[in-house]
């Protein structure tokens, strides 16, 4: 018999400590086993290092993790309800599970742990998109991350040029990793279920970005043409202060085209060609 033999059904977990999900803190409960043993092993060897999971709640995905092997996996909640459901995890895996009690917006991520380090979880809603901009800024830290998103996200995450989906998020997500859903999971498998789909995205850091670009910059030029993404970027980056033409021709990208068209490559081949205006500008007016 497998460790978790010793736990309880989940269902009789969260009806013994009234665990209703609540929507403030944007839960929803994953109880299939089937589902949370295939996220966990999505996730690959958990043998060494650390996986750290967001929200675990009552702990469906904490235990697949630790059922699949893992030697350490560190969970951050901040809804004190679950943390008898989580401490009996932690008895049934002794030294394996280890429990933060904050909000997973104040943590360092990239320093928790030890290396090889990896994020696992079913993200809230509410929180998922600006949890996953501040793990995306350290691809070094990190040897992957697997998160759940609601399908409408995931699928902007992904996205190609081109496509309707692309967009700030896309740019963000593929520049320094591989981004690609795994596979979909339907409302229903929720307790409660959401509204919506949800999706689960595997990261994979490069080796190098797509291209050379300073992370601020190119926030900045995707920010000014995805802000105004049905005008022409003779337009549209007019926001950055510079001479939109003159930005333009220094990239090599006709005036003409829109922020959908572009190439994450492009899009830092503008991002060097605004920081050298910049600079440019502020020799000028050194020079006066």
């Known amino acids: 018999m497998s460790e978790?033999?010793?736990?309880?059904?989940?269902?009789?977990?969260?009806?013994?400590?009234?665990?209703?999900?609540?929507?403030?803190?944007g839960q929803h409960f994953l109880l299939d086993l089937n589902l949370t043993g295939r996220i966990a092993r999505a996730a690959g060897d958990l043998s060494a290092g650390t996986i750290i999971e967001i929200g675990p709640g009552p702990g469906g995905l904490t235990r697949a993790l630790l059922a699949q092997g893992a030697r350490h996996?560190?969970?951050?909640?901040?809804?004190?309800?679950?943390?008898?459901?989580?401490?009996?995890?932690?008895?049934?895996?002794?030294?394996?599970?280890?429990?933060?009690?904050?909000?997973?917006?104040?943590?360092?991520?990239?320093?928790?742990?030890?290396?090889?380090?990896?994020i696992c979880a079913n993200l809230p809603y509410n929180v998922a998109t600006p949890l996953l901009l501040g793990w995306l800024q350290h691809?070094?830290?990190?040897?992957s991350l697997i998160l759940m998103f609601q399908k409408e996200v995931a699928e902007?995450?992904?996205?190609?040029?081109?496509?309707?989906?692309?967009?700030?998020?896309?740019?963000?997500?593929?520049?320094?990793?591989?981004?690609?859903?795994l596979f979909d999971i339907d409302r229903r498998a929720f307790t409660p279920p959401?509204?919506?789909v949800s999706s689960v995205v595997e990261f994979v850091p490069r080796d190098a970005p797509l291209a050379p670009a300073d992370p601020k910059l190119l926030e900045q030029v995707t920010a000014a043409a995805f802000g105004q993404r049905r005008k022409m970027l003779r337009q549209s980056l007019r926001r950055l202060g510079v001479d939109a033409a003159a930005?333009?021709?220094?990239?090599?990208?006709?005036?003409?085209?829109?922020?959908?068209?572009?190439?994450?490559e492009e899009f830092c081949g503008l991002a060097r060609a605004l920081s050298d205006l910049r600079a440019g500008g502020s020799r000028t007016q050194q020079d006066r």
């Open 247 to 264: 930005l333009l021709e220094a990239a090599g990208i006709t005036a003409t085209r829109r922020a959908e068209e572009l190439t994450i």
């Open 73 to 118: 996996v560190l969970v951050i909640e901040r809804d004190e309800r679950c943390l008898p459901a989580l401490a009996e995890i932690a008895n049934a895996y002794p030294g394996r599970l280890e429990v933060m009690v904050t909000d997973a917006l104040a943590v360092a991520a990239h320093e928790l742990g030890q290396e090889p380090r990896r």
């Open 139 to 143: 691809p070094k830290a990190f040897t």
């Open 194 to 196: 959401p509204k919506v």
């Open 4 to 25: 978790t033999g010793a736990l309880p059904p989940l269902r009789d977990v969260i009806a013994r400590l009234g665990l209703s999900a609540r929507k403030g803190l």
């Open 156 to 181: 902007r995450i992904v996205a190609k040029p081109g496509s309707n989906g692309y967009g700030r998020l896309a740019v963000a997500a593929q520049w320094r990793w591989q981004a690609r859903k």
